[in-house]
């Protein structure tokens, strides 16, 4: 267990803007930041981020909180394994007890997974360094390769024994389950029988975007036909290989400076580039390029150079991804290197300068390159240069941007030789037959789902709900504020009528809605809103001054979601730049007596409709016409046209 000093001294210290623009690319927004959703797909940015209240709002999934719920939902992290980021983060030194056999058996699969894989990642370096087998073949492999030490170290380069079940039977020993060995795939088993999967081969564990070992590649050292050259650790509950890009760890930071991210193939390409200099590179991890890779991406820059091996037949096959990256909004930019050269094997023979003007240099805006491929291999020949043509549309076509859609025609018109409304003409075409098919899909979609529909009753808005909300909002931006609150009161004039009259009373926010709350015996019906109601008075009694980051800090995770939500919606209007436009929203704190009265007002008088609305049922139940009754009705009526009429004062008065 954490102590208590030490959590405290990490939510104190940790910054989170900080900690998230790790994570996603955040652009000032005001007084916040605003990024890509990194929960879901999206084009337009929909996350927001709040320094000075330290917490973050995600619109479009609806998940919020500070920086440990940002940490527990991006990279699943238990509460612990949170704080432990932060104080690690910050060079915080934390004070922790001994876990007992209990709760380590309360750890889930998933937590499980983790701790084999971390165990493993250590045990295949303590091999490289600590055996005579991993100095004389893993560490000299890698020597060769013009590996420093340092770069061993900061990548956690190890080695597997040459030996069946050297591996397993450590961790057994160790009190690893085999249950987990299996899963993570670091161990085989069949029947009685257990193999280590990465038997002889150096080790490159691969890491999640905060650091934690995901799984593993293996690369064989000796030859042998029957068995793959490199070998990736099997789908899990924390391995997904298509999710997942080897050396983002390491690049994350120098991506977002840059602006642009490197993309390679291999393990070594990531590896040699870093230690030359460059270090906002990055692998598809063994498999093709795909969405969900891209978009990784896509939260640190919009800006990809792919980097191709000098070898034709792999340029071609990998010119796919291409596609996929202009899908997703982003600038693609692509380099070759010389015949027989791919990343690592240059990175290693040139300079850090050198290196670096080459890229500069040679990096191709994608249609040059598409262009300048294809062309050569349409070898004059008008049908081949027709297809060429295509092609590349196709790929404009794939520009979700009709600005950029509308440049890179021109440009393909340039550099081919072609009209641009020939170009316009077949765009068109493109646009128009997927559309079609689109249509026919929805088409067939909405058939399917008329067989099943059934007609729902239009939700209706739940007033007290969103009353009962807005007061927790009112409390949690406002309550500590002193005020001058104007209220109405019923005077007899001269004339003997009853009249309105303003009363001025000077007041802390939550004092005045704690005590017209009391007044009508009013309550929160919303268990949620209810806790969070007496919370918030019983800290604003006891301080003077209220930090809504200090009191997120000690709320549950579910709790610290409703508290983020509400207290971010009053900033989801940053997220438009209306102030660009010239529509300025009006600021909130210049009206908050008025917003309050007018709160507790309409609930005040909804309460009154819900009572009366009670008596009519309860009377035509009995099938009775009480005087009682009809006496109470009147009352409640009269003291609702009283309420409206002060209402309506309220909204059309100017504080």
């Not at 100095?135 to 069946?164: H, P």
């Not at 991804?321 to 997703?328: P, S, V, W, Y």
Request: include cysteine; aromatic fraction near 10%; proline fraction near 3%.
């Amino acid at each position: 267990m954490i102590s208590k000093s030490s959590i405290e001294q990490v939510f104190e210290t940790a910054r989170i803007e900080e900690v998230i623009g790790d994570f996603v690319q955040l652009k000032k927004a005001g007084s916040n930041f605003k990024g890509l959703s990194p929960f879901s797909d999206e084009r337009s940015p929909s996350f927001m981020v709040s320094p000075v209240k330290q917490i973050w709002k995600d619109f479009s999934s609806g998940k919020g909180g500070n920086a440990v719920t940002f940490l527990m939902e991006h990279e699943h992290f238990t509460y612990p394994e949170a704080i432990k980021y932060l104080a690690k983060k910050y060079n915080i030194e934390i004070e922790e007890t001994e876990q007992t056999d209990a709760q380590k058996e309360e750890a889930n699969e998933r937590e499980s997974l983790y701790l084999v894989n971390e165990f493993a990642n250590t045990y295949f370096q303590k091999v490289l360094h600590k055996t005579d087998q991993g100095q004389a073949i893993g560490l000299s492999y890698f020597k060769e390769r013009g590996f420093t030490d340092e770069t061993m170290k900061a990548f956690n380069l190890g080695y597997s024994l040459d030996e069946w079940q050297g591996f397993t039977d450590e961790a057994l020993k160790q009190g690893y389950q085999i249950e987990f060995l299996e899963k993570t795939g670091l161990t085989i088993v069949k029947d009685e029988k257990r193999f280590d999967r990465f038997k002889g081969r150096v080790m490159f564990p691969i890491h999640s975007m905060s650091g934690r070992v995901l799984g593993f590649g293996g690369r064989i050292l000796k030859a042998d036909k029957k068995a793959a050259k490199y070998l990736n650790s099997p789908e899990s509950e924390v391995y997904h290989k298509s999710k997942i890009l080897y050396g983002l760890f390491h690049a994350k930071q120098s991506i977002a400076k840059e602006d642009n991210c490197f993309l390679v193939e291999g393990y070594t390409d990531v590896i040699q580039f870093h230690q030359t200099g460059i270090k906002n590179v990055v692998a598809s991890s063994g498999t093709a390029l795909t969405p969900e890779q891209i978009r990784l991406i896509n939260r640190l820059t919009k800006n990809i150079t792919v980097l191709f091996d000098g070898d034709a037949a792999g340029i071609r096959a990998s010119i796919r991804g291409i596609d996929l990256i202009l899908e997703q909004g982003m600038n693609v930019k692509v380099c070759t290197f010389p015949e027989g050269e791919d990343p690592d094997s240059f990175a290693k023979q040139n300079t850090l300068e050198e290196l670096a003007v080459y890229l500069d240099s040679k990096a191709k805006d994608f249609i040059q390159f598409k262009a300048s491929l294809l062309v050569e291999e349409a070898d004059n020949d008008p049908i081949k240069k027709a297809d060429t043509i295509r092609n590349i549309v196709n790929s404009i076509s794939k520009i979700p941007d009709p600005i950029k859609r509308e440049i890179y025609i021109q440009e393909c018109s340039r550099i081919m030789d072609i009209s641009e409304d020939v170009l316009f003409t077949t765009l068109a075409q493109i646009h128009k037959k997927e559309s079609q098919e689109a249509g026919k899909k929805q088409q067939q979609e909405k058939k399917a789902f008329d067989v099943i529909h059934k007609e729902e009753p239009k939700r209706k808005i739940n007033l007290q709900y969103e009353l009962e909300r807005k007061i927790i909002e009112i409390l949690l931006l406002y309550g500590s504020k002193t005020e001058d609150f104007e209220d109405l009161v019923l005077k007899e004039n001269d004339s003997g009528e009853l009249i309105l009259e303003p009363v001025t009373n000077r007041a802390r926010v939550f004092e005045k809605i704690y005590l017209d709350l009391q007044e009508d015996e009013m309550q929160f019906t919303n268990p949620n809103f209810k806790s969070l109601y007496y919370s918030i008075v019983d800290v604003l009694h006891q301080e003077p001054e209220f930090s809504t980051r200090d009191f997120v800090n000690k709320l549950d995770q579910n709790m610290a979601s409703e508290v983020t939500t509400i207290l971010m919606e009053d900033e989801r209007y940053n997220l438009h730049d209306w102030e660009r436009n010239h529509i300025i929203p009006k600021d909130k704190n210049e009206t908050v007596p008025q917003l309050v009265n007018q709160t507790i007002l309409s609930l005040r008088c909804f309460l009154i409709d819900k009572k009366v609305a009670e008596y009519q049922t309860d009377t035509l139940r009995k099938n009775s016409n009480s005087r009682g009754i009809l006496e109470d009705v009147k009352d409640y009526l009269g003291l609702k046209m009283l309420l409206s009429r002060k209402l309506g004062k309220v909204i059309g008065s100017k504080f």
